[in-house]
T-cell receptor, first 113, second 111 residues
Framework: DAGITQSPRYKITETGRQVTLMCHQT?????MFWYRQDLGHGLRLIYY???????DKGEVPDGYVVSRSKTENFPLTLESATRSQTSVYFC????????????FGEGSRLTVL | AQSVTQLGSHVSVSEGALVLLRCNYS??????LFWYVQYPNQGLQLLLK??????LVKGINGFEAEFKKSETSFHLTKPSAHMSDAAEYFC?????????FGAGTTVTVRA
C-alpha cells in the first residue's frame, strides 16, 4: 500500500547507544520532515529535506543526524542517545506545492534508559 | 519567525455541545494556517487549511475554522461534539516549506 511508514514503532535503548529511526514514503514527495512530540511542546521540527541529498536543520537538531540518499527514504540517527531524547518521533512528507498537505507516519516511540 | 499559540491545553465538552478550540498566530504577512488532528497512537491528519481563498474554511468531520485578521485568530469549531472527536488538535502555520505547530489541545467528550 502507498503511504509513509516508520520503523521501528517502539524502541527501548540505553544512554550512549546509537539508534536509527527509519522513514519510507511511496509517493515520491519532494519534502520530508522529522518532528518530535513532547508533552507541552507540540511538535518540534528536528530536520527536513527538500530533495535527495538536500537536508537542513529545524528547531531542535542537536544530537541528531539525517541523510537522504534516495527520495523515498529519510532515516534519523541519534548518534549517542540521551534521556532527553525520549520522545515520540514523527516522519512526514509533502509535495513541492507550497500549501501541500503534510502526510504523517504513525510515529516511533523511543525510550532512552 | 511565524508562530501559533493555542489557548487551553485541555478542553472538555459534553456530547452534542459546541467544540471551540482557540488558535492565535503571529505573522507580519498573510499566513497559511492549518488544523491537524491526532487520534491516540496515530500520526497527525489534516482537518482543514486556510490559504486566503475564503475566511471561513470547512474541513472534514464537520469542523470549520474562521480566519480573522483583525484578531490574528484561526479558531476551530464544531457545532455538535461526537464521542469520536476525542483527540488532540494542533494548529500550525507555514513558514517556507515548513510547518510550525502549536502545543496542542486535548479534547475529551463526556457522554
Amino acid at each position: 500500500d502507498a503511504g509513509i511508514t516508520q520503523s521501528p514503532r517502539y524502541k527501548i535503548t540505553e544512554t550512549g547507544r546509537q539508534v536509527t529511526l527509519m522513514c519510507h514514503q511511496t509517493w515520491s514527495h519532494s519534502y520530508m520532515f522529522w518532528y518530535r512530540q513532547d508533552l507541552g511542546h507540540g511538535l518540534r521540527l528536528i530536520y527536513y529535506s527538500a530533495a535527495a541529498d538536500i537536508t537542513d536543520k529545524g528547531e531542535v537538531p542537536d544530537g541528531y543526524v539525517v541523510s537522504r540518499s534516495k527520495t523515498e527514504n529519510f532515516p534519523l540517527t541519534l548518534e549517542s542517545a540521551t534521556r532527553s531524547q525520549t520522545s515520540v518521533y514523527f516522519c512526514a512528507s509533502k509535495t513541492g506545492d507550497g500549501n501541500g498537505e503534510l502526510f504523517f507516519g504513525e510515529g516511533s516511540r523511543l525510550t532512552v534508559l | 519567525a511565524q508562530s501559533v499559540t493555542q489557548l487551553g491545553s485541555h478542553v472538555s465538552v459534553s456530547e452534542g455541545a459546541l467544540v471551540l478550540l482557540r488558535c492565535n498566530y503571529s505573522s507580519s504577512v498573510p499566513p497559511y494556517l492549518f488544523w491537524y488532528v491526532q487520534y491516540p497512537n496515530q500520526g497527525l491528519q489534516l482537518l482543514l487549511k486556510y490559504t486566503s481563498a475564503a475566511t471561513l474554511v470547512k474541513g472534514i468531520n464537520g469542523f470549520e475554522a474562521e480566519f480573522k485578521k483583525s484578531e490574528t485568530s484561526f479558531h476551530l469549531t464544531k457545532p455538535s461534539a461526537h464521542m469520536s472527536d476525542a483527540a488532540e488538535y494542533f494548529c500550525a502555520v507555514r513558514t517556507g516549506w515548513k510547518l510550525s505547530f502549536g502545543a496542542g489541545t486535548t479534547v475529551t467528550v463526556r457522554a
